[in-house]
């Protein structure tokens, strides 16, 4: 019964379950918004319709990340409170104004847009989402901002020992940070881009399998043979007519081109981000390589015991010449440093034990362990780049195997493209482990600019965790936040099942109602707000 580890356990897993819900947010929002844009600005139903669907998707996670962060904060002044006090003149800042300007942007225009339908002009309407969307992108800058001095601390002086601020602007300019949102972001539409295709892929195989859509053959046999996509309705079903299979279709083949450019974005704010650990936590990228000692190859499997914490027994089997230095430095020559060569440095510039302080505990004048766990460095790096990259490889499938109109008839093809919704939710979670673990064993990572300096600002995670609360005590929040969390994500998973299974048709029930396919146009031209004559309570249906 260890508080520290009990502590880094609960917020380890408060938030991995959290930042689940914040690439799916920022992504379907930014996606939804453009979708509603094409409709307002074509007056097209399909787009109505998959604004509709999507928004509603989006709606449903949107209020569950906002139920499992509120978690995040509190453990700081709960868990942490060593930490919180150490580095509250700084990283008060950027969470006040991510809470009382972005978030209050992003929540008041949020409700704008669901309650606004019939309420709102069109642009209007459109307006506040896109202001929500913007909201939350800068609400994931502000949080970034906070994470990225932690990782490389700039703009402070030391005061009685603890950091100020003294230079806001390079604060909120950390090129950790200018590199880290950029990065996050694309991750974001991954995830978007994967759920669009996977929904989809699974609507438009049931309309093939409802037999509602059917694929003749034009001429020829064999590999030679040409086909086509005969659009069907079903008229007792809501939504199941000729409009429904162009909003999956659309859907499918956007989503595939999101994933597509997420992960060329990825890629290359990811090799940014690469370069800046190599200068700025050079122990972390080492640890990610399992490089135990200086050179330029590039590990793509390595054997023995990855956490050795000496390096040891590890080997690399499958090894790309060059890589690494190119990941580090831009070129194919320059030696990077291993493992076995940092840990004497950190050892001259940060000590070789743990002060002999009361913050410490029981773990005072312990030697320091300088090297992560390689573990999860090593394999977390990999599930990134892995996971990443068979997002953009399925989404280039889906692409090719929908050219015709639909997608194939095999069941198993379908449930791999559901299944496949969650590669990018590996990639972002693997992503944001690998980047907090590899930190350790600092909480605040020393700025290697400042080494010497009497002003260098680190401290360990030894040091942060809250003295006053016992083991017990957070074992008994770690158990019951767990628990209540698991039911959080029966409650989610449930209710995003039902209202993918229901179709366009669960977020917009008017389509029960006969209604004209085209939505009227307004005074200033474009499609009426609310498109469709709507029953009157439509509104709070989209919105609960």
Not at 488 to 500: F, I, P, Q
Request: proline share 5%; charged share 15%.
């Amino acid at each position: 019964m260890d508080a520290l580890e009990i502590a880094r356990w609960q917020f380890g897993i408060t938030t991995v379950y959290h930042f689940m819900m914040v690439p799916l947010t920022i992504g379907l929002g930014l996606v939804v918004a453009v979708l509603q844009t094409v409709w307002y600005r074509t007056g097209k139903a399909e787009f109505l319709r998959m604004t509709k669907f999507w928004g509603k998707l989006f709606l449903i996670n949107f209020i569950m990340g906002v139920a499992t962060g509120i978690v995040q904060e509190f453990q700081f002044g709960m868990a942490w409170s060593e930490y919180s006090r150490f580095v509250g003149d700084v990283f008060g800042a950027p969470l006040a104004m991510e809470a009382l300007l972005a978030f209050f942007v992003e929540s008041t225009f949020l409700g704008l847009w669901i309650f606004g339908w019939k309420q709102l002009r069109p642009g209007l309407h459109l307006a506040a989402l896109w202001c929500a969307v913007i909201g939350s992108a800068v609400s994931a800058y502000f949080i970034i901002v906070a994470n990225s001095w932690m990782q490389h601390p700039v703009g402070v002086k030391v005061v009685d020992g603890h950091p100020v601020m003294t230079d806001a602007w390079a604060v909120f300019t950390n090129n950790t940070a200018l590199v880290a949102v950029p990065h996050t972001l694309m991750g974001a539409l991954g995830v978007a881009g994967a759920f669009l295709l996977g929904i989809s892929w699974y609507h438009l195989w049931q309309r093939r399998h409802d037999g509602i859509d059917t694929v003749e053959v034009i001429q020829g046999t064999g590999r030679r043979r040409r086909e086509r996509v005969v659009v069907g309705e079903a008229p007792g079903v809501p939504g199941r007519d000729r409009t429904d299979h162009a909003v999956w279709l659309k859907s499918l083949r956007i989503g595939a081109v999101v994933a597509m450019i997420s992960f060329a974005g990825t890629a290359v704010t990811g090799d940014l981000q690469g370069k800046l650990m190599f200068e700025q936590q050079p122990m972390k990228m080492a640890a990610a390589e399992a490089a135990c000692h200086d050179g330029t190859g590039f590990s793509v499997l390595s054997v023995g015991n990855v956490g050795s914490r000496d390096c040891s027994d590890v080997a690399a089997v499958i090894e790309v010449p060059g890589l690494l230095s190119f990941l580090a430095k831009g070129d194919f020559t320059t030696e990077v440093k291993g493992v076995n060569t940092l840990i004497p440095e950190y050892e001259k510039a940060y000590g070789t034990n743990l002060p002999d302080n009361p913050l410490y505990g029981d773990r005072a004048g312990e030697a320091i362990q300088y090297v992560p766990v390689m573990e999860v460095t090593y394999w977390g790096f990999r599930a990134m780049i892995g996971f990443g990259a068979l997002a953009a490889l399925a989404a280039l499938a889906a692409l090719i195997a929908t050219r015709k109109g639909t997608v194939p008839q095999a069941r198993w093809l379908m449930r791999l493209a559901v299944v496949g919704i969650l590669a990018p939710f590996g990639a972002n979670a693997a992503g944001w482990i690998f980047t907090e673990m590899g930190r350790q064993p600092f909480v605040v990572a020393p700025n290697p600019s400042m080494a010497g300096s009497v002003d260098q600002v680190f401290m360990f995670t030894a040091a942060a965790v809250s003295p006053g609360v016992s083991a017990g005590e957070i074992l008994t929040s770690l158990i019951v936040l767990t628990l209540l969390y698991a039911a959080l994500m029966v409650v989610e998973v449930r209710l995003l099942w039902a209202y993918t299974r229901g179709g366009v048709a669960s977020a917009m029930p008017e389509l029960a109602h006969a209604a004209p396919a085209e939505p009227p146009a307004d005074d200033d031209g474009g499609p009426a707000a609310g498109g469709d004559a709507k029953p009157a309570d439509d509104v709070l249906a989209f919105a609960y």
